[in-house]
Nanobody
Framework: QVQLVESGGGLVQAGGSLRLSCAAS????????MGWFRQAPGKEREFVAA????????YYADSAKGRFTISRDSAKNSVYLQMNSLKPEDTAVYYC????????????????WGQGTQVTVSS
């Protein structure tokens, strides 16, 4: 199947920015929907953002809307998450995932997941 590797996480002060990257390999990439999820310690994994296989449609969780931007570069087999105005409550492990569907936001619709990258926002 598809293999995904996230990078770009780290420590940042509140109000700062980070750009996460997700590199894909294996089966075809450009014809699949992609998404970002996050999971804080002791909490369930939650949806953050999604993008269609064409890149023409995006969808954001309320917590991310206005601050985060998802994008993709099919030629590079990569998906990105630009995070601005970060808050301490954004602290979590961030995962990218791929779906067979054109567009997906539910965990059950994503079949392949990356290993995650840690994002820590200090106050």
């Amino acid at each position: 199947q598809v293999q995904l590797v996230e990078s770009g996480g780290g420590l940042v002060q509140a109000g700062g920015s980070l750009r996460l990257s997700c590199a894909a390999s294996g089966r075809t990439f450009s014809s699949y929907g992609m998404g970002w999820f996050r999971q804080a310690p002791g909490k369930e994994r939650e949806f953050v953002a999604a993008i269609s296989w064409s890149g023409g449609n995006t969808y954001y969780a309320d917590s991310a809307k206005g601050r985060f931007t998802i994008s993709r570069d099919s030629a590079k087999n990569s998906v990105y998450l630009q995070m601005n105005s970060l808050k301490p409550e954004d602290t979590a492990v961030y995962y990218c995932a791929v779906s067979r569907l054109y567009m997906a936001t539910m965990m059950a619709d994503f079949g392949s997941w990356g290993q995650g990258t840690q994002v820590t926002v200090s106050s």
